[in-house]
């Protein structure tokens, strides 16, 4: 019941969580912020996504970074060259 | 030299830059070739209106990148609506409690990436993401990008982009939950 009356007032869990998002990326205006903060006051279930979102944030971030991106070589550029060559038939 | 030549004399000495600035906005090799063989073949087909005004190389990086675009937009286009339904209930209320349950991380997160079964569970559930979520999700992790730069290089709007990062990780907090932190 408490739980149905904090979103008819402040903000409903699955905006404020979208809220978080902008903010975790210095994106959100201050009115913005100002509802989340309030929200988070009052709501444990997104007080307790957030502290997860935290940790997921950081384990992603780590995570992520240390991922290398496909680094194309000297031969596949040479084949390539060669596909393409016979494709243009040029 | 005749416009067969030119165009190979351009394969010969720009397929490289082009090929690297593919895989780096795409992230992946064979997409990137792709793009790039798409390149030269309507730069083939258009020569006519290349007035020799830029250099080459320029006018071949303004094809890629709009092909790139147009690789994404493509992508992106059938984005449906991010459904949360399965979170939240009607009112936009947590439908369970399961993100109440504590998560043991005392250990600290550094050593949670230490452990080989965390890594595993957690490349799992990053793999169960749908791929148009993936691509966001690495891009802005990856260099730490910005959110206006992500959804530029991927022509979506930021407000989706929010959107993928939201559902992306209410799924990857679920998953680890149910696969991680409840087994342990």
Known sequence: MFKKLIHMIFLPCSEVTLLMEKRNAENISPAENWKLNLHLKICKWCRAYKQKLEILDDILKRKLSQEKKPEINNSEIQDFKEKLFKNLDI | ?184
């Open chain 2, 1 to 184: 030299m005749t416009k067969n030549e030119t165009i190979k004399n351009w394969i010969e000495q720009y397929s490289e830059p082009l090929l690297r600035r593919a895989v780096h906005l795409l992230s992946d090799k064979v997409e990137a070739e792709d793009v790039v063989q798409e390149v030269f073949i309507s730069a083939f087909s258009s020569y006519d209106s290349f007035e020799g005004k830029s250099q080459p190389l320029t006018w071949l990086m303004t094809i890629l990148n709009r092909k790139v675009a147009d690789f994404y937009r493509k992508k992106y286009k059938s984005e449906p609506y991010i459904k949360l339904d399965h979170f939240f209930d009607e009112t936009g209320s947590w439908k369970n409690d399961d993100v109440l349950h504590d998560w043991d991380v005392s250990n600290k997160e550094t050593e949670l990436l230490d452990d080989k079964d965390f890594n595993k569970t957690l490349e799992d559930c990053l793999e169960d993401l749908p791929s148009r979520w993936k691509i966001p999700m690495k891009m802005y992790y990856l260099e730490e990008k910005k959110a206006p730069e992500v959804s530029q290089e991927l022509d979506i709007s930021t407000t989706n982009l929010w959107k993928i990062l939201q559902r992306s990780r209410m799924q990857l907090r679920e998953c680890l939950e149910f696969n991680w932190f409840a087994k342990s």
